[in-house]
């Protein structure tokens, strides 16, 4: 994968350099600190992936891409969340904080592999259409009405059904998201979010503690405090899951 850096700070650019020599899919080849510069270069290397960072002298990423003729895929990298909502604007593939890291930079990397080197569908069991699934270290952004959100999965209690919306428990918020359980189920990593029941999406990571419930289910606690019940038909699939 050709990559290429925009970054004003040079330790900056040997810290992207360093971590990206241990990911064998990477190949950096160039990189540029200010915007006439990348813009150039860009334009003649055509790489399929920058790592931009947000704020460049006089100028922003975004204005960067503002005058490319040739738009790779873009992760962001900078020290500031309050350009998470123009990023994804801008169909940002991803949007990585300073300081980077390692593992976060690998899955961008990932998301980049398979957006521009599909596997083929094998099998019924492959993973959906719509991209690979998504695990407890992406980053999502959420929307509610005017208010957004830029959220670690795993930081994610669950989701609870509410009509043809999904309401998201996190850090104290529960904004109310315009998608079904059902849509998100099928983006989010079954490892990690487990279909409790009809209504609920729970992140088995965040399990406290397991009753039997009188329905022949369980009741379990979450570290934020919320009890959900898990049906009948979906109690044994949670013990398979979790039990040695």
Known sequence: MRIFIVEDSRLARQELR????AIPEADIVGEAAELEAA?????QLRPELLLLDVELPGATGFDLLDQL???????FTTAYDQHALAAFERNALDYLLKPIDPARLEAALAKAQARLRPAPLVSPASPAVGGPLKGADDMVFLRDGERCWFVRLGDVAGFE???NYA?????????LLNRTLSALEERLD??????????????LRWIQAIAPASNEGYRVTLRDGHLVDVSRRQAKLLRERLEL
Request: net charge positive.
């Open 69 to 75: 003729e040739h738009v790779p895929l873009v992760v």
């Open 167 to 175: 309401q998201a428990w996190f850090d104290g918020q529960r904004p």
């Open 18 to 21: 360093t971590l990206l020599a």
């Open 39 to 43: 813009r150039s270069a860009i334009e």
């Open 190 to 203: 079954p490892q990690l979010f487990f279909r409790a029941s009809r209504s609920h999406l729970i992140n």
């Open 161 to 163: 059904a509410c009509g």
